[in-house]
DNA sequence: CGAAAATTTGACATGACTCAACTGGAGTGG
DNA sequence: CCACTCCAGTTGAGTCATGTCAAATTTTCG
């Protein structure tokens, strides 16, 4: 189980590891199963863990004053979760995120991972996620910004096809931030074209 | 000139500075004055440096097809500004950054900013600058699918209320994603309560 | 003062939301 | 195997939020 994540490291890093590195990894993450429906973090909560996703599909999602669900992030294998505020300033979060089908991950907390920092190989991974996390996140805001819902629909089409296989299509328009109705026409339209 | 930034780095550290780790970053930050209206970086060419801004304003944001300008972010003194994409990838960048105000910056380059994260002042400070641009990117786009525009605005007033001393209404509403004509509704809606 | 930029206002168009109804699976228990 | 329920997706009608375009007004600044 933890194959995949030594695996993700070295794909995810120029720097060698050490069979000590791989063992220190191992030792600290911990393996948890997640069933479709259970949260891993639910909103008011410090988040304790950063999770690594060997296998299944999670969400992250608000709720406003009115309770509807608005989702911020998708997730499937090989996919780090936590949320980053809560996670390093050891706040109560504004998130919940929860599990879409029965799912594995291995699980680390804020000290475990401030130790693996010290190991070159999972520092530059560190680095590199961030750079990834920042470049995507920019996009998206710059789409909400710049580009209309339906283009927003095929930008995201295109950058992650496999979300739709995995998500029913109202996660997806939460996630660009319209309604299922809408999404619904949307396609709809793209389609009569 | 440059002790705005040595300040700006104790500040937002907790590891000490020696005076060679003073010298040598004071070394490698070129100043430069920005008139209003040009530009530090155009769309298209790669984000040669990262500034951090001494005195002035700047923004940063794409034109769409139609040409009209969306304001990714806003600066004042005292931040970084840079196409984190294109200065980290060395791909051409889809933003523009230009000074709204006559405008003087610290600029570093690639190589010396990877050369400072050996500095371990530096190098904190960069890990913190990464975890609140994230924790602020995060928030942003939770704003865009959940809040409406009215309350994007109030919240932007309360986290950053000098913005609006120092930029023109139109470009805050852009880069809350409305029109100006909007923002001035939305206004005096406010304002009539 | 005069020009340019910023803001406001009005009329109208359009995109998106809401609510409700309906359709079509997928899974479940009798 | 069928009836039932749950969930997802679609569709329609009406409403609301926001955009567009044009004009008027106010502010800024040389």
């Not at 608000?62 to 979760?81: A, P, R, T």
């Not at 505020?85 to 089908?101: C, G, H, K, Q, V």
């Not at 209309?148 to 996630?175: G, K, M, N």
Request: charged share 25%.
């Amino acid at each position: 189980m933890h194959e995949s994540l030594i695996n993700y490291i070295e794909r995810h890093s120029t720097q060698p590891m050490s069979r000590e590195d791989i063992e220190q990894i191992k030792s600290v993450f911990l393996p948890k199963k997640i069933r479709k429906k259970q949260y891993l973090l639910q909103e008011g909560e410090v988040c304790k863990y950063a999770a690594f996703i060997v296998k299944g599909a999670m969400r992250q999602y608000s709720v406003d004053d009115k309770g509807v669900e608005h989702v911020v992030q998708l997730y499937l294998e090989d996919w780090w979760v936590t949320d980053r505020e809560s996670f390093t300033m050891l706040t109560p979060s504004a998130f919940n995120i929860d599990a879409w089908e029965d799912t594995e991950v291995l699980l680390i907390s804020k000290a475990d991972s401030v130790e693996l920092m010290k190991i070159p190989a999972f520092n530059e991974m560190g680095r590199i996620l961030d750079d990834k996390h920042s470049f995507s996140s920019q996009k998206r805001i710059n789409a909400f910004i710049s580009h209309s819902a339906e283009q927003r629909y095929i930008d995201f089409l295109t950058a992650y096809p496999e979300f739709l296989q995995r998500f029913p299509q109202h996660l997806v328009a939460s996630y660009l931030g319209i309604t299922k109705e809408t999404l619904s026409r949307i396609r709809g339209q793209i389609i009569r074209k």
